[in-house]
């Protein structure tokens, strides 16, 4: 062996330093590793809180809105109440009045809440009407000749159509 040789081939003291070097090198990563590790799960555990809050916070806001028209339905249930019993006693005018106003009452609960009826005069829309019957009339074709049910919007989407009889082509038309 050459002396050159000599001084590639690594010694005993040279191999352990590196064996220490790549030990340390070793524990300095899973050391990371751990910590990245208690980060994912501490983010992954807020996510999970977070979540949960959110499912909370939606509930309650529920809650809170049917509260609310509850509390706005109360009234009108009195109302009810006081007409029957003016209806259990046979006093007609009192009956008629009392009904009267709890309709009053439920209208303007609803219109608090945003609640209007759909318009049923004029042309047929397919988006606001439904149509149930067509009639043969002098009127123009297409158009609303009768609401048979009022429909219901609730600001821009509608709750319920408005059930309407429309008037299609006239009788002598169709002769």
């Not at 050459?2 to 005993?12: G, L, S």
């Not at 300095?28 to 499912?55: I, P």
């Not at 809105?65 to 006693?89: S, T």
Request: aromatic residues 2%; charged residues 40%.
């Amino acid at each position: 062996m050459t002396e050159q040789e000599q001084e590639q081939v690594p010694t005993e003291a040279d191999l352990q330093a590196k064996l220490d070097e790549l030990e340390q090198r070793l524990e300095a990563s899973e050391a990371e590793r751990d910590e990245r590790t208690d980060d994912l799960q501490r983010v992954a555990a807020d996510f999970e809180n977070y979540r949960k809050r959110v499912a909370r916070d939606q509930e309650s806001l529920v809650t809170r809105a049917h509260e609310r028209l509850v509390k706005e339905l109360l009234p009108v249930l009195d109302g009810l109440e006081r007409a029957l019993q003016a209806a259990a006693e046979h006093e007609e005018a009192k009956l008629e009045d009392g009904v009267q106003l709890v309709y009053r009452e439920l209208k303007d609960a609803l219109a608090r809440e945003g609640v209007a009826e759909v318009e049923a005069n004029g042309k047929f829309d397919p988006h606001m009407h439904e149509a149930l019957l067509t009639q043969p009339s002098d009127r123009e074709e297409g158009s609303v000749l009768e609401v048979l049910q009022k429909g219901y919007r609730l600001g821009d989407r509608v709750l319920r159509p408005a059930r309407v009889s429309i008037a299609g082509p006239s009788e002598e038309a169709q002769a």
